[in-house]
Each structure stands twice: as C-alpha cells, then as structure tokens.
C-alpha cells in the first residue's frame, strides 16, 4: 500500500491550500492509497482537500479546535501486518521507544510511530520500531511560510519503505529541510539515508 505522510499544514495561513503552494502536493497524493495526516491541520477544509485524493486518517493537533470524524487523538491502523500508531506530538522524539509508547500509544505494540508537531523532518529505526514524522509542507523547521516537505509511506507483507521529500524551494526562501530514505525488511534496517541526491517530491508508483 502506498500512503501519503503529512503533518502540520497550519492552514488557512498566508494560503489556503497546499496546491497554492504549487502543483507539487496534488500530484503526490493523487498517486497514493491512504493519507496519514499527523494535526495541525487548524481547518478542516484541508482534510476535504485531501480527501478528493484517496482516504483521510487524522492525529489531533494542539492547535485543531474543531471536532471531525476523520480525527482522534491518537489513531491505530494495522496495513499488511504493520502495526501503525500516529499521534500529533511524540516530542522529545529522542527518548527510548518504550517511554514513547507507554506516553503516546497507552503502552501498545506498534511498528511504527508516526507524528508532527515538531515540523522538522525524522525517519529513524530504532528497537524494532520506525519512527517518521513528515515535517510540515509549508512551515518548515518553523520558517515562515514555503515549500516544506510530505512523506511517502509503501507497506507490503515483511517491507516498509518510506521517503521524505522536498516539496521544491521558494523564491527567496530556501527549503531548510533533508530529503531522507528508510528501507526496512524482515525486521532489519536495509537502508537509511539522508540527503546525498534525493531531490524534489518524486510521483511514481513504482
């Protein structure tokens, strides 16, 4: 399954959605299965965005003060043998797996953990669970607003592949994000990268 990874769009803003921002978001999420926001969406006409795309499952962000039934505080999802949690704020991301869990997820078993809040890029590995968080598409390491980052999730039976892209640059404003790439098989790290290459959002599907 392919899945669309965003968190903190923060929107209406100085735009009011993410394809004013250029054309890059549609065409990504017009390629995936499922979108994973991780909150602050603050309005919920982004998510009915984003629905045209493919199906919504939200985190409740600190700032999202409206009630929607595609959110709850802390979402569980199990996608092809993957046990997802998703919840808006795991920060401090850095603290041990099973403080994570126990905080976050009432001490359930997950495979992967997946937030925001932070709007800075993660993909880490560590004790057997994937920790991602997407950054924000337009509010970058809390810059002002510009291009940011969405992440791609693809789970198959045994493999997780997941990839944070750069959304572009804009004029003046540097991107301050790092594209990053995790490939994980049969419980073992295969791949993590970050930087060296990877560029803008890419749209394939395979």
Not at 20 to 35: H, K, N, R, Y
Not at 67 to 92: C, E, K, S, T, Y
Request: glycine content about 10%; cysteine-free; hydrophobic content about 40%.
């Amino acid at each position: 399954m392919r899945i669309g990874l965003v968190t903190d769009t923060h929107l209406p803003a100085l735009v009011r959605q993410l394809d004013e921002l250029g054309p890059e978001s549609a065409a990504f999420f017009a390629t995936v299965d499922l979108i994973l926001h991780g909150g602050d969406v603050t309005a919920p006409t982004v998510l009915d965005w984003l629905e045209q795309f493919a199906p919504v499952v939200v985190a409740k962000g600190n700032n999202d003060g409206f009630d929607d039934p595609r959110m709850l505080p802390v979402q569980f999802l199990d996608i092809h043998g993957w046990r997802i949690g998703m919840v808006h704020n795991l920060a401090p991301e850095s603290r041990p797996v099973h403080v994570l869990r126990e905080r976050a997820f009432h001490g359930e078993h997950v495979d992967i953990m997946i937030a925001g809040h932070t709007h800075l890029e993660r993909l880490e590995h560590r004790d057997g669970v994937a920790i991602i968080n997407s950054g924000s598409p337009i509010l970058p390491h809390h810059k002002d607003t510009r291009h940011g980052t969405l992440g791609l999730l693809e789970l198959a039976p045994e493999r997780l592949h997941a990839e944070i892209f750069l959304l572009g640059h804009t004029n003046g404003r540097a991107n301050p994000a790092t594209p990053m790439t995790m490939t994980i098989e049969h419980g073992h790290l295969l791949q993590l990268v970050h930087g060296h290459g990877h560029g803008r959002l890419h749209t394939h599907t395979g």
